[in-house]
């Protein structure tokens, strides 16, 4: 009978289980490569169904031609208020780029002084924000603002440093953070804490471009849509957001689209055709313009919106009137075409540019003819009787 060696049938059944482990470990491994790529399926299918795109939507066409060289805005408001703004030497404004109204607050956005302004809602003068420097908690330059009415907060963006800084509404810095990857032109903060922001594709650099969804850390979160692939230009107008809730809008140039995107979903609103906006072919200029060829031509310079009515400013290099204004009835798609938008025939005071505000009405700014500051006119529209 032939003697069994205790380590030999030792070393067997090591091996054997050694093997067994090793199968064992394989499987495991497969099925955690099974369940990834289930998980990796599961959120590009998701991703895809809350970022795609909704392709039906409405078109209107819009004859600049059509214009009107004078409205009398009283005609078409259901409400109206003028409100002076304060003039002295801490609040003297020298362009208004942004005003938002936070209840009995008018807040503004001036980049030519690198400040933020408070005024009260009857225009005196409250306060401003204004920390110039490359300290910590300063800037150099505003390029947008938000303000975060339950928060009581000031967002800026300085472009130069790439840095969103957070202020109280006293100045008070909170936060700020570096976003290394982004040279963003237009932000606003989400309800989720993220940051929507859209970065024109300029020239070749690296940044990204498009509209995207970043965290508070400054990481990419996604791509909603890219802007433009294909011209390498950013003296277009920026499509700066609108906001109605939790809702954003902007006015993509390139296709004539009029985008919102709502629970991290982008649709197309509606096609804007403007019968005398600047063909494609003349944003290949290095400049970005050629006034031999302008003539006649107009740019669509952004969007403006209450939860009824759009608006719409188009500007021309050489051609006369030098702005149109537009305003769209939503439901109707009936449309104001006007050079000139007045409140007061007596005084004949001409309202400049138009900021929406939070989808609630309209702001309409009256520049001073003075070294004073301009008034604004806080109004709504009612249904057009055209």
């Known amino acids: 009978m032939p003697q069994i060696n205790p380590f030999l049938c030792l070393l067997k059944l090591t091996n054997a289980r050694k093997l067994s482990l090793e199968r064992d470990i394989f499987l495991i491994k497969v099925k955690l490569m099974r369940i990834k790529l289930i998980s990796f399926l599961i959120l590009a299918i ?137 040279l963003i032109r237009s932000f ?5 804490g993220n940051y929507l922001a859209f970065k024109p594709d300029l020239s070749k650099d690296p940044w990204k471009d498009g509209i995207w969804e970043i965290d508070i850390d400054g990481n990419l979160i996604r791509e909603y849509a890219d802007i433009d692939k294909y011209n390498k230009l950013g003296w277009l107008p920026y499509p700066y957001f609108t906001r109605i809730d939790e809702t954003f809008s902007f006015l993509n140039y390139y296709d004539d689209y009029i985008y919102s995107l709502e629970n991290r979903k982008l649709k197309r609103k509606l096609k804007i055709h403007i019968k005398q906006k600047l063909p494609d072919k003349f944003l290949t200029f290095p400049d970005g313009k050629d006034e031999n060829c302008m003539d006649n031509y107009y740019l669509p310079t952004g969007l403006n ?38 409140y007061d025939f007596e005084d004949y005071r001409n309202i400049e540019k138009i900021f929406s505000n939070d989808g609630k009405d309209f702001f309409g700014l009256l520049e001073s003819n003075s070294n004073e500051n301009p008034a604004i006119v806080n109004f709504n529209l009612k249904s057009f009787q055209l």
């Not at 204004?130 to 603002?145: C, T, V």
């Not at 606003?188 to 989720?192: D, E, G, I, Y």
């Not at 537009?326 to 439901?331: N, R, S, Y």
């Open 305 to 342: 919106e209450t939860d009824h009515f759009y608006h719409l400013n188009n500007i021309s290099f050489v051609s006369k009137p030098k702005s149109i204004h537009v305003f769209v009835e939503k439901e109707t798609r009936k449309q104001i075409i006007a050079d000139s938008i007045i």
């Open 188 to 192: 606003a903060q989400l309800r989720n």
């Open 46 to 182: 998701y991703l895809l169904y809350c970022c795609r795109i909704d392709t039906k939507c409405d078109e209107l066409t819009i004859d600049l031609s059509k214009y009107d060289s004078v409205v009398d805005l009283r005609q078409f408001t259901s409400s109206i208020q003028v409100i002076k703004l304060q003039t002295t030497s801490e609040s003297l404004i020298s362009g208004i780029n942004k005003i938002v109204g936070d209840d009995s607050l008018l807040i503004v956005l001036d980049k030519m002084t690198k400040s933020i302004l408070f005024f009260h809602s009857n225009g005196s003068f409250s306060h401003k924000i204004q920390h110039w420097g490359k300290g910590y908690g300063e800037y150099i330059a505003i390029q947008d603002m938000d303000v975060d009415k339950e928060k009581k907060r000031i967002l800026v963006f300085d472009d130069h440093t790439k840095r969103l800084i957070s202020y109280d509404y006293q100045g008070l810095l909170l936060s700020e953070i570096y976003i290394s990857d982004f």
